[in-house]
C-alpha cells in the first residue's frame, strides 16, 4: 500500500460520465458552516466511525494516508449517501487539522480525484432530482429562521433569510447566487431591484442577465427588504454580499461557497420537519419556476426570468408544474 496503485481497484467502480460541481467546496462548507450540536455530534460519530474502522484493518487514523481514505471510501460507497461520505470526509479533514497534520482527504487533485468523480457519478445516478421548494414551505422556514433572547432574527439568519427569498426570487442558481456582489444591485424606484448576474451557466461569453426582484406583499418574507435589512445589519459596503462568518457571528470578507447554500436551505428545513434530505440549492430555483407556471405566469416570461436557453429542459418543469391542470382524473364521480 505504498503508492497511489494501492487504491486503483476502486477507480473502476464506476464508470465517469460527469464532474461534481464544487465538490471540495461542499467538504469545506461543512467545516466552516453552523456548529450546530448536531454537527457537532455528527462529526465525533464520523471520526468514531473512521478510527474503528482504521483498527479494524490495521491501519493508522491519525495521521492517515491518502491511502487509507481511498480504501475507506471503497468500503462505505455503497450503503452510505453521499452527503454523508462528504461530511465523514470533511469530520477526517478537520481532525488532521485540529491536530496540525495535512488534510488527507482533498479530492480536487490527486489520487481521491478519480475516486471521488466515480463515487459520485453512480450516486448521481440513483438519486432522484431535488424537490422544488414551493411558496408555502419558504414561508414557514422564514417564518421559523433562529431568534435571540430578544426574539430578534440573529445575524446569521438575516443572511440566511435574504439568501434563500432572494435565491428563490431570482430563481437563481447557487452559483450565481453566492457570486453576487454590492456592485450587482440596482434599485428600481418603487419597483423593486434589479440583479446583475455577470456571469452563468448558460452565459458563457460574461454578456451578463439582468432580473428583477419586485418587493414582495409581506415586509417578512419581501425578498428586496430581507436583502436590505441584511446588508445594514452586517454593514457591507462592497465585495460579497452573502459571506462567512467567522468566531461565532462576526461577518468575514469572503463569500460563501456555492454548496453551502444547501446547507442552509437543508438546516432550516429540517428544523421545520420538512423533508431535507430531498431538497438542494436547486429546490429554490426549481420551486419558483414551479410555483410561477401554477400561478399562469406567460411561459416565455418564466423562462427569461430563470436564464434557461433551450425550451426542451424548461418544458420539464412545465409539464412536471401542470400535472393538475385541466386534469382529467378530477371531478368524474370518485
Known amino acids: 500500500m505504498g503508492n497511489s496503485t494501492d487504491i486503483q481497484p476502486f477507480v473502476n467502480n464506476a464508470q465517469l460520465v460527469q464532474e461534481l460541481q464544487d465538490s471540495l467546496d461542499r467538504l469545506e462548507a461543512y467545516a466552516e458552516g453552523a456548529w450546530t450540536d448536531n454537527t457537532v455530534r455528527a462529526y465525533e460519530s464520523d471520526w468514531g466511525h473512521f478510527s474503528s474502522w482504521c483498527e479494524r484493518h490495521g491501519l493508522k487514523a491519525l495521521p492517515a494516508r491518502v491511502q ?5 471510501l ?10 454523508t461520505i ?25 489520487p481521491l480525484r478519480k475516486i471521488w468523480r466515480g463515487i459520485v457519478r453512480d450516486k448521481t445516478r440513483r438519486q432522484d432530482k431535488a424537490e422544488p421548494l ?12 433562529p431568534r435571540n433572547e430578544h426574539g430578534e432574527l440573529t445575524l446569521t439568519s438575516l443572511r ?15 452559483s450565481e447566487l453566492v457570486s453576487l456582489t454590492m456592485d450587482d444591485i440596482e434599485v428600481v424606484s418603487g419597483r423593486g431591484i434589479n440583479l446583475t448576474i455577470r456571469k452563468s451557466k448558460t452565459d458563457q461569453a460574461s454578456e451578463g442577465i439582468t432580473k428583477g426582484i419586485p418587493y414582495g406583499n409581506a415586509s417578512e418574507t419581501c425578498p428586496v427588504t430581507a436583502l436590505r ?8 459596503n462592497a465585495g460579497p454580499i452573502f459571506r462567512r462568518f467567522y468566531r461565532g457571528e462576526s461577518v468575514g470578507k469572503t463569500g460563501i461557497t456555492a454548496q453551502y447554500v444547501s446547507i442552509i436551505l437543508k438546516e432550516h428545513a429540517e428544523r421545520v420537519g420538512l423533508d431535507s434530505e430531498a431538497l438542494s440549492a436547486h429546490s429554490l430555483r426549481s420551486g419558483f419556476i414551479t410555483q410561477a407556471i401554477r400561478a399562469g405566469k406567460p411561459e416565455r416570461r418564466v423562462k427569461e426570468h430563470s436564464g434557461h436557453k433551450s425550451w426542451s429542459t424548461f418544458n420539464g418543469y412545465v409539464k412536471k408544474a401542470a400535472t393538475f391542470k385541466e386534469n382529467p382524473a378530477e371531478d368524474i364521480g370518485l
Do not use: C, N
Request: charged letters at 25%; zero cysteines; a positive charge.
Open 160 to 174: 440566511d433569510r435574504a439568501i434563500l427569498l432572494i435565491g428563490w426570487t431570482g430563481a437563481l442558481r447557487r
Open 134 to 145: 414551493m411558496v408555502e414551505d419558504l414561508r414557514l422556514i422564514v417564518q421559523h429562521l
Open 68 to 72: 487509507t481514505i481511498g480504501l475507506y
Open 74 to 83: 471503497g468500503a462505505i460507497a455503497e450503503q452510505y449517501k453521499l452527503a
Open 229 to 236: 435589512t441584511w446588508i445594514k445589519a452586517a454593514d457591507i
Open 86 to 110: 462528504e461530511r465523514r470526509l470533511a469530520s477526517i479533514s478537520t481532525m488532521h487539522k485540529e491536530h496540525d497534520y495535512d488534510t488527507p482527504t482533498s479530492v480536487a487533485k490527486g
